[in-house]
């Protein structure tokens, strides 16, 4: 089984809609990222969270330890904000330090 | 150099050949990782490295080898590549390999082994 389960795999929506990304978690973290990777398939880092919420302009990121669950929010979606986003978790490995597991991403289109 | 480097950009294979994936960083980080990407398995550690001169196993590292002899410079080698490789490879760096730190991601390696 997965330990980090996203959801939806895929998502349409219409421009200027609210979106909602899920991110499930198995086992206790340290932090969880979301990151975002564009069509030609660069990969970045939206935000890392260890606790409440972060804003970063149109993106929300919350995150609930204790429900092991985090959602990545996108007011107003644009067309330019079609990419997968991938939920990574923070765990801490045999070696003392620290790797992230990936979900499998969600991969949103954005219609105009 | 600005950022994190990948080369080759995509690269074809035959099988039992030998293939050098190279990363360089110019931001000082002291932890770099190798991931495999593949579809339907999201992203996946190979081989990482907390800080010059040591390294680790991730998830997936059998037929694989890596070296950090220093900072900048994180290649990993394919001794004998075989088709089930065929996958897109990102490096990527975090300024330590803390639990706070964001990774940077190199733009990928595409790799197809025939």
């Known amino acids: 089984k997965n330990e980090v389960e996203q959801s939806p795999q895929n998502l349409t929506a219409q421009e200027g809609e609210f979106i909602t990304i899920n991110c499930s978690y198995s086992?206790?973290?340290?932090?969880l990222h979301w990151l975002q990777q564009h069509p030609g398939g660069g990969i970045v880092s939206l935000f890392m969270?260890?606790?409440g919420k972060k804003k970063h302009g149109r993106l929300i990121a919350t995150i609930n330890i204790q429900e092991k669950h985090s959602s990545l929010h996108i007011t107003a979606s644009h067309p330019r904000d079609s990419a997968v986003y991938i939920c990574a978790v923070v765990l801490r490995s045999g070696a003392g330090s620290y790797q992230l597991t990936f979900g499998k991403g969600t991969k949103l289109s954005v219609i105009p | 150099i600005a950022g994190i480097t990948q080369a080759p950009t995509s690269q074809i294979l035959a099988a039992g050949r030998r293939m050098t994936l190279r990363c360089t960083q110019d931001m000082r980080h002291n932890a770099m990782y190798w991931y495999r990407q593949d579809l339907g398995l999201g992203l996946r550690l190979i081989h990482y490295?907390?800080?010059?001169?040591?390294?680790g196993k991730g998830e997936v590292p059998d037929g694989y080898s890596v070296s950090r002899a220093n900072t900048d410079d994180f290649p990993l080698t394919l001794a004998s590549a075989v088709p089930s490789q065929t996958s897109v490879y990102f490096c990527?760096?975090?300024?330590?390999?803390?639990?706070?730190?964001?990774?940077?991601f190199g733009p990928g390696t595409r790799l197809t082994v025939l």
């Open positions: 086992v206790g973290i340290s932090a």
């Open positions: 490295s907390n800080t010059a001169g040591t390294t």
């Open positions: 969270l260890s606790s």
């Open positions: 990527a760096s975090s300024r330590t390999s803390g639990s706070s730190n964001e990774q940077f």
